[in-house]
């Protein structure tokens, strides 16, 4: 069944984009913000609890983009608020990260199954729960794209901006649009058969940032082995990536297009 009302928690990047096209489709939508807001947003804070009060009380679904910490807020929440919508069997979606998969192999191939552990945010914890609870979690992917909010992500961006310099150029980025995020989001949201999943949210094209850097003109960061600050860094961080998107593109169906990076 198409859910009626929608609870956002999180009017940001991916939150605004979300209600604006659960809105158009007629879904009542309420948003959450820090801070009071507009119309339709509400504000809550996890971590003040006087704030929950503010939060509709009867709703088809929620949808999570914030991360899910910190662990005992995440419990005391689900005590007060989601525990009634989950056990009425209605569709809760948390956002995790791809950051919490964890391979020993370079450019290892990982899908839902593959074994993840924390990372230093501890979101992880807060998903397992409500996972286990019931909820879906969609792995979401780098995330660019232009939100409804009027804020834009955009690799040759990052690249110009400099926020890539100290990045290892052989390693994978695994990326999503914003469109495809809240298009996936929209399909779990209706499809009552989903509960307490795991669901990679991504294009399925994995692109090595030495590529990326190439397709848009940029010349190669010239940074060597011989900077022992570079050599530290690249031994320390974890292998690379790249993670399958199979299971959401069988739900999508077949001839859905996810939108490339690259071709934008």
Same mark, same amino acid.
């Given at each position: 069944?198409?859910?009626?009302?929608?609870?956002?928690?999180?009017?940001?990047?991916?939150?605004?984009?979300?209600?604006?096209? @659960?809105?158009?489709?007629?879904?009542?939508?309420?948003?959450?913000?820090?801070?009071?807001?507009?119309?339709?947003?509400?504000?809550?804070?996890?971590?003040?609890?006087?704030?929950?009060?503010?939060?509709?009380?009867?709703?088809?679904?929620?949808?999570?983009?914030?991360?899910?910490?910190?662990?005992?807020?995440?419990?005391?929440?689900?005590?007060?608020?989601?525990?009634?919508?989950?056990?009425?069997?209605?569709?809760?979606?948390?956002?995790?990260?791809?950051?919490?998969?964890?391979?020993?192999?370079?450019?290892?191939?990982?899908?839902?199954?593959?074994?993840?552990?924390?990372?230093?945010?501890?979101?992880?914890?807060?998903?397992?729960?409500?996972?286990?609870?019931?909820?879906?979690? @969609?792995?979401?992917?780098?995330?660019?794209?232009?939100?409804?909010?009027?804020?834009?992500?955009?690799?040759?961006?990052?690249?110009?901006?400099?926020?890539?310099?100290?990045?290892?150029?052989?390693?994978?980025?695994?990326?999503?649009?914003?469109?495809?995020?809240?298009?996936?989001?929209?399909?779990?949201?209706?499809?009552?058969?989903?509960?307490?999943?795991? &669901?990679?949210?991504?294009?399925?094209?994995?692109?090595?940032?030495?590529?990326?850097?190439?397709?848009?003109?940029?010349?190669?960061?010239?940074?060597?082995?011989?900077?022992?600050?570079?050599?530290?860094?690249?031994?320390?961080?974890?292998?690379?990536?790249?993670?399958?998107? &199979?299971?959401?593109?069988?739900?999508?169906?077949?001839?859905?297009?996810?939108?490339?990076?690259?071709?934008?």
């Amino acid at each position: 069944m198409k859910p009626q009302k929608v609870l956002v928690v999180g009017a940001g990047f991916v939150g605004s984009s979300l209600a604006t096209s @659960l809105r158009s489709g007629g879904v009542q939508v309420c948003c959450t913000r820090r801070q009071e807001g507009g119309e339709g947003t509400v504000q809550f804070v996890l971590e003040e609890e006087e704030t929950w009060g503010n939060l509709p009380k009867e709703v088809d679904g929620v949808v999570w983009t914030l991360p899910a910490r910190p662990l005992p807020q995440v419990r005391r929440f689900y005590d007060t608020y989601l525990q009634s919508i989950l056990d009425s069997k209605k569709p809760v979606i948390v956002y995790g990260t791809t950051g919490r998969y964890q391979v020993d192999e370079e450019h290892q191939w990982v899908d839902e199954k593959t074994r993840y552990g924390q990372t230093a945010s501890g979101r992880e914890e807060g998903e397992d729960f409500l996972q286990e609870k019931g909820a879906n979690v @969609l792995v979401l992917g780098v995330i660019w794209g232009e939100s409804k909010n009027g804020e834009t992500r955009a690799l040759k961006s990052w690249i110009e901006k400099g926020y890539i310099k100290d990045v290892d150029i052989d390693k994978f980025l695994n990326v999503v649009h914003v469109d495809d995020v809240v298009k996936a989001t929209e399909e779990i949201l209706h499809r009552s058969e989903f509960r307490g999943q795991v &669901i990679n949210v991504c294009d399925g094209h994995p692109m090595l940032w030495r590529d990326i850097i190439l397709w848009f003109g940029f010349e190669l960061p010239q940074a060597t082995t011989h900077d022992p600050n570079v050599t530290a860094t690249r031994l320390l961080s974890r292998p690379s990536k790249r993670v399958s998107n &199979i299971l959401l593109q069988s739900i999508m169906g077949k001839d859905y297009k996810f939108k490339m990076a690259m071709d934008a």
